[in-house]
């Protein structure tokens, strides 16, 4: 048996932002069956502590970057977690990251500095049974260096996964001190980014292995385009570096027993759906694909490329219903097009419930990524039968097996992908996709493919048991 205390900022279904969150939630069950026990080390932000079954104190602090601190085992949706408690860190109003303005919290280095340094505390003290430390992003960047600083190295292994390389955990270097970290780290090959604090690359430099969410974006993070200033120091640990492809609760996401829709086992099963999706956004019934969009909005998600290609697809008879929200300029700009235009429909905001309805009831999931890790939702709308549109790249690349003349004569197709990343080659691949929608023998087979793809953890779940089996130091 193979313990691993996951260190991450957020996991499902207790405090979630994006797909890291999935991910961490998901892991320890998806682990269970190659020998892993995975216990879950996340912040005591409100929502986490009022969701959980209390257990045992495992270790105090007086003075945890300020005040003070400890860590309670506790359970919640089947999870053995590890609570940091630590109320001037995590128990206010507002948003995990941001604040009621929006912005970053100013002691975010602190916040996620103290999760990475109790981790690497709970391991090298053994106050928790821990052969390998897997840390998630770059708040949990740091705890490699800490487990080396107090002597862990040797005795516990330590793995990074980097969900988005966009987030990086910068500091100002006069925080050295504050954060607990050496000075002998601070040098280029080491914590320094620019003459600042790089919590991801300090992960990066010393962590035994370093993963990420697919293959494609493994390949992806070496190049300047993709590696954000960071693709030197990866290049440098290219041996030590895989992808790993996530997969999705098959259990939560399953149109067979989803109790927030009217279920289904069979493509056909999705028309009923499709009328409820269409009267709850308020979309005329006609003929022709209606496609949805389910994200952040942010830039990353090209959903710029997609308000550019849009009239076309609206032209051919297209519909869209989009959820999403983040950027106050793109929530705008989709606010007002739906408003102009009786075929686009937009509920901007965060909805569970609803992202589930939509992905039963739409023909199309539209994923125009600039660059996307892995990527969840194409991988809901994959088991659902509601084909994917995609960029080509990153995970998109891994998971969608484009509607080529190869694939479709192969009869293997179960979406589109289009490259480059802009607004005409977007517009192409909606017009493809659009004609194929007119071929129902063509549609029904792709559907047939999607919902037949492996989209769980069964692939995925035997690498990670490898991965850390290799970074056990040998006793
Ligand atoms: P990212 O982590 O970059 O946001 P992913 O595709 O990996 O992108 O994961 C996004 C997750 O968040 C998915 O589970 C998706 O369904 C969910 N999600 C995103 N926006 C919303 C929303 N507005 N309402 C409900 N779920 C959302």
């Not at 998901?26 to 892993?36: N, Q, R």
């Not at 916040?111 to 390998?132: I, K, P, Q, T």
């Not at 607990?180 to 790089?198: D, K, T, V």
Request: with cysteine; charged share 15%; aromatic share 8%.
């Amino acid at each position: 048996m193979i313990r691993v205390l996951s260190v991450a900022s957020e996991c499902a279904p207790l405090i979630k932002t994006g797909g890291l969150a999935d991910v961490v939630g998901a892991l320890p069950h998806a682990l269970t069956f190659e020998g892993v026990k995975m216990t879950t080390l996340l912040p005591g932000y409100p929502a986490v502590l009022s969701a959980v079954a209390w257990g045992d104190v495992v270790a105090e602090e007086d003075d945890l970057f300020g005040g003070p601190a400890q860590v309670q085992r506790a359970r919640a949706a089947g999870l053995d977690l590890l609570i940091l408690r630590a109320p001037h860190l995590y128990e206010r109003d507002g948003a995990i990251y941001l604040n009621a303005v929006g912005k970053d919290w100013s002691d975010n280095p602190e916040r996620f500095a103290a999760l990475s340094w109790m981790a690497a505390r709970l391991a090298a003290e053994g106050l928790v049974e821990v052969d390998v430390l897997h840390c998630h992003d770059w708040q949990a960047g740091l705890a490699p260096l800490y487990l080396r600083e107090m002597g862990g190295t040797g005795r516990i292994g330590t793995v990074l996964t980097i969900h988005n390389i966009a987030f990086q955990g910068l500091a100002p270097a006069s925080r050295l001190d504050a954060l607990h970290l050496p000075q002998w780290a601070f040098s280029q090959s080491g914590a320094e980014y620019w003459g600042q604090i790089s919590a991801l690359k300090t992960g990066l430099v010393f962590a035994d292995k370093i993963t990420t969410v697919s293959p494609t974006y493994a390949h992806e993070l070496t190049m300047p385009e993709f590696g954000m200033g960071l693709e030197g120091v990866i290049r440098e640990r290219a041996g030590d570096l895989s992808g790993i492809l996530n997969g999705i609760d098959t259990d939560a996401w399953d149109p067979a027993r989803d109790p927030a829709i009217n279920s289904y086992d069979a493509p056909a099963g999705k028309a009923a759906n499709k009328t409820a999706l269409r009267a709850e956004f308020g979309l005329p019934d006609k003929d022709g694909p209606l496609a949805i969009v389910i994200s952040r909005l942010s830039d990353q998600k090209g959903l710029d490329l997609l308000i550019e290609a849009l009239p076309g697809f609206l032209a051919l008879g297209g519909q869209l219903a989009l959820l999403g929200s983040g950027d106050p300029a793109l929530e705008t700009t989709f606010t007002a097009l739906a408003g102009r235009e009786p075929n686009v429909a937009v509920h901007i905001g965060y909805d569970e419930a609803l992202s589930h309805r939509m992905m039963a009831g739409a023909d199309v999931i539209l994923v125009p990524s600039r660059f996307e890790p892995c990527g969840l939702t194409q991988l809901y709308g994959l088991r659902y039968g509601t084909l994917p549109l995609v960029a080509l790249t990153g995970g998109l690349a891994d998971t969608v097996i484009s509607a080529n003349d190869a694939a479709l004569k192969a009869g293997v197709a179960t979406g589109w992908q289009f490259s480059p990343i802009t607004a005409p080659a977007l517009a192409g691949a909606l017009g493809r996709m659009v004609t194929l929608y007119a071929d129902p023998a063509i549609w029904k087979k792709m559907q047939a493919n999607a919902m037949a793809h492996p989209v769980g953890w069964a692939g995925s779940a035997p690498q990670y048991g490898a991965l850390y089996r290799s970074v056990i130091p040998a006793t």
